[in-house]
């Protein structure tokens, strides 16, 4: 992991709302196009997903694959993610059954 470890997670978050943003713009209209929007961005949320799997390192209970930024500093509001143990077999289940 070295480029895109940090945002990996969020872009497993951001990918699928993204891509329901552009089933629902499909809309009833082309529903053709909606159904291979949904399964490309359900295939690309699953091939994110395997590099943190791949890469997860079992032998520590610690969070891995950590992303910290500030995002409203003034409330001292921060974004943060993280994988544990626990985790990662949920979200690989996840974006399997997408």
């Known amino acids: 992991m070295t480029m895109f470890s940090g945002a990996l997670l969020s872009l497993l978050i951001w990918v699928p709302i993204l891509g329901g943003v ?10 053709v196009m909606a159904r291979w ?3 490309l961005v359900s ?3 699953l091939l994110l997903c395997v590099p943190l799997y791949l ?3 079992t032998s520590t209970a ?3 694959f950590q992303e910290y930024r500030a995002w409203i500093e003034t409330f001292n509001i921060h974004y943060h993610l993280g994988i544990d ?3 990662i ?3 690989l289940l ?3 059954f997408g």
């Open 85 to 87: 143990g626990f985790s």
């Open 62 to 64: 610690a969070m891995q």
């Open 94 to 96: 996840t974006t399997f």
């Open 22 to 31: 552009g089933v629902l713009l499909a809309g009833d209209g082309r529903p």
């Open 37 to 39: 929007l949904a399964l």
């Open 89 to 91: 077999p949920l979200i």
């Open 55 to 57: 890469a997860f390192d």
């Open 43 to 45: 295939a690309a949320t």
